[in-house]
């Protein structure tokens, strides 16, 4: 039984903002009319099982959503580390978070540059029709008395 609520219509994205990518990616989805659910894990604690559930929708270990370059002591062995130890990691260092985590239904993808969150979530740039290039650019005066010298 999935913990994290999967739903089509809404675009949910976990993400720390302490972090840069975080806060640009949140940036791009507050355009946007859809359903949003966004859980800051500098504000809201994820569970360690909605953290297993995300590591595993991600194919990937927990241990993987920590950015080691981040953490303090880098010169520590953590080889030894379990999934639990690094939901505490993650749970106690939000910003320790690699990339924020764009689930929509039964996709998850990790967001690597903000400007993937609007080709995952399948929205259009800045509301521009598709179809703009096979509309000839208008090039002249639209409304009277303008003068272009």
């Known amino acids: 039984m999935a913990v994290l609520a ?3 219509k809404q675009l949910t994205l976990v993400y720390s903002s302490n972090t ?3 806060k640009h990616t949140l940036s791009y989805l ?3 009319e859809e359903k949003i659910h966004t859980i800051d894990i500098a ?3 994820v569970t360690g099982t909605q953290w297993a559930e995300i590591a595993d929708g991600l194919n990937v ?3 993987d959503l920590v950015d080691k370059r981040v953490l303090k002591e880098d010169d520590k ?3 030894d ?3 639990e130890d690094w939901v505490k990691i993650l749970q106690n260092n939000n910003e320790v978070l690699t990339q924020p985590i764009a689930i929509n239904g039964e996709k998850m993808k ?3 540059n903000p400007t993937e969150i609007m080709e995952f979530f399948n929205v259009d740039s800045a509301g521009l029709k598709k179809t703009m290039h096979t509309d000839d650019p208008t090039i002249e005066s639209t409304t009277k008395d303008e003068k272009f010298k």
């Open 110 to 112: 990790q967001i690597e």
């Open 20 to 22: 840069r990518v975080g």
């Open 77 to 79: 062995d953590r080889s």
């Open 43 to 45: 504000k809201v604690k």
């Open 30 to 32: 507050q355009g946007i």
């Open 6 to 8: 999967r739903d089509d």
């Open 81 to 83: 580390y379990n999934t």
């Open 61 to 63: 270990k927990v241990g």
